[in-house]
């Protein structure tokens, strides 16, 4: 069987549902539906659904998703043959059952085949079926259900042909190697890429390719954003995580997206499960660390310490009740993260202090007031320090007459 060398995508639907009906003197019978979950089996009726299902997202430009299957010239399938075997195609594609879609059967020389219309809008919610590298896997999935169906297997790239497995793995390091030799069994590394290759040539989606994992001690990690965008799987075992980038091409997403059929809908609520409790891993670790960070606050000398009084922290007032002594309220939170903060600030705020209570400074300061311009054009810096200098031992107080002082500025040395 094949499909169209390309998926096509559409902006509207009724031109292809007209072609899709529309009678011709090279079929052996008129076109008809012969199955899908429609309501309508005439043009005028398809269209109207599916024009609802695309206003569901008008930002969506193109809604519409088309293919056909075609059989080996000669063969044919019951209109139910066909059904089932769209339905199934269509569920390994990712489809949904709320995503709209009809099968028009065509009859002709070149052979028995089927047109199948769908919207990527879903009914439920307007999600978008999205598609990555569905050409790739269209080509995949129709080889699979001819074996399941037990059709003539037609040409076409084998699933397993490309590069082997082992050409697309991480070569083990010199360290791995030797640890390999010394301990007699295979590296973290190794296993998880040959248990992988074994699980992905019996497992083709995604949940039992996870359960697959488990059961073999390994702990699938998914690197889904909150948006539902899936980038990909590490993998732990043993305690160790490896990314997919260590152990190679052939376990990036890009690759197992070709051998697993994933369908967001269906298979992202698993996905954000496995990732919520490695969420909570790391915030536990966060804490952690949070709760280890020692106080950085400066140390002063022994004797400038023991004039300082450290006041009491401020205290929100709150009415206490059992949810509160459980747990702090934000403003009590935000006021002992300030405590640091107004420490250093009192502290800096008592040196000054201390250093403004040294007689030499408050003469100083007292001099530099008092004598001004004047005083600094009449004297040089020099003699300005000898004075301060000699008049040291006189000074009491800073309250001291400037008088006492302008005598001695003059005073020959």
């Given amino acids: ?24 003197i090279h079929h052996k019978t008129d076109p008809v539906v012969i199955g899908g979950n429609m309501l309508g089996a005439s ?17 969506v430009a193109k809604p519409v998703w088309h293919n056909s299957l075609r059989l080996p010239q000669g ?8 059904v089932m075997f769209a339905d199934d195609y269509m569920n390994r594609m990712g489809f949904s059952e709320t995503h709209l879609r009809c099968y028009v059967i065509h009859d002709d020389e070149a052979g028995q085949h089927i047109h199948i219309i769908a919207t990527r809008v879903d009914l439920v919610g307007g999600k978008l079926y999205l598609g990555k590298n569905e050409n790739l896997i269209s080509t995949r999935v129709i ?61 083709n989606d995604i949940q039992s390719f996870v359960e697959a994992l488990a059961e073999n001690g390994i702990k699938p990690l998914p690197n889904i954003s909150s948006t ?43 996905l954000f499960s496995l ?26 000398p022994a004797s400038l310490e023991s004039e300082i009084i450290v006041p009491p922290p ?8 059992a949810e509160t ?3 702090h309220t934000p403003a009590s939170i935000v006021l002992t993260a300030l405590e640091p903060a107004r420490k250093k600030d009192y502290i800096m705020t008592a040196v000054i202090k201390w250093l403004l209570s040294i007689p030499y400074l408050t003469v100083f300061t007292e001099l530099l007031k008092k004598a001004g311009k004047t005083f600094l054009h009449r004297k040089s810096s020099f003699s300005v320090i000898s004075t301060v200098r000699s008049a040291e031992p006189d000074v009491k107080t800073s309250n001291e007459a400037p008088e006492d002082f302008s005598k001695s500025l003059y005073t020959p040395h």
């Fill in 325 to 327: 002594c459980e747990a």
């Fill in 1 to 24: 069987m094949k499909g169209m060398q390309k998926i096509k995508r559409g902006k509207s639907f009724a031109g292809v549902v007209l072609y899709a009906l529309k009678p011709g």
């Fill in 75 to 82: 063969e044919s399938l019951t209109g139910k043959q066909w």
């Fill in 228 to 270: 539902g965008r899936m980038n990909g799987f590490s993998f732990e075992y043993s305690g160790i995580a490896f990314k997919a980038s260590q152990l190679g091409k052939a376990y990036s997403w890009a690759t197992l997206q070709e051998k697993l059929r994933y369908a967001p809908e269906r298979d992202n609520p698993l």
């Fill in 143 to 203: 080889q699979e259900l001819e074996s399941a169906h037990d059709l003539t297997r037609t040409k076409g790239p084998s699933p397993l042909q490309g590069p082997s497995p082992s050409s697309r793995r991480k070569r083990l390091s010199r360290g791995e190697e030797q640890k390999e030799k010394r301990e007699g069994q295979p590296s973290p590394k190794a296993f998880l890429q040959n248990t992988i290759d074994t699980i992905l040539r019996t497992h």
């Fill in 43 to 59: 043009a005028p009726e398809l269209i109207t659904e599916f024009s609802a299902s695309a206003s569901l997202r008008a930002d």
């Fill in 314 to 321: 401020q205290q929100a007032h709150r009415v206490e009740t």
């Fill in 275 to 300: 990732k919520a409790p490695a969420m909570r891993s790391n915030e536990t670790g966060d804490s952690v660390t949070e709760a280890t960070t020692e106080d950085t606050t400066p140390s002063l």
